[in-house]
Nanobody, 128 residues
């Protein structure tokens, strides 16, 4: 059974940093595109960042230069380093994996591309 487990969420002040991690069991990260989504209260879920099988990364325009997605295939770990956090980053953050053997091809496709596996989410709260 495939499981994705996020960790690293918490509360920080504006300008602070957090690092989210997502570990997998039951499959190999190297076979999937991986990404981070977030959903704020009352808003739709949105894609934040993604990494394809070859390591290519893409980001939502609002986080470019401040967030960094990375993966460690040997440890089946996906990370999201978030710097210079703003209150609008407050949301539940979810890691996700797409169809095996497929690449995403860019952040703009996160909303319309099938996600096969989801984590349970980790809360990020940024106070002003």
């Amino acid at each position: 059974q495939v499981q994705l487990v996020e960790s690293g969420g918490g509360s920080v002040q504006t300008g602070g940093s957090l690092r989210l991690s997502c570990t997998a069991s039951g499959y190999a990260y190297s076979s999937y595109w991986l990404g981070w989504f977030r959903q704020a209260p009352g808003k739709e879920r949105e894609g934040v960042a993604a990494v394809d099988r070859d390591g290519s990364t893409s980001y939502a325009p609002s986080v470019v230069g401040r967030f960094t997605i990375s993966k460690d295939n040997a440890r089946d770990t996906l990370s999201l380093q978030m710097n210079s956090l703003k209150p609008d980053a407050t949301a539940m953050y979810y890691c996700a994996a797409g169809l095996p053997g497929r690449d995403l091809g860019g952040w703009e496709r996160m909303g319309s591309t099938e996600v096969v596996y989801w984590g349970q989410g980790t809360q990020v709260t940024v106070s002003s």
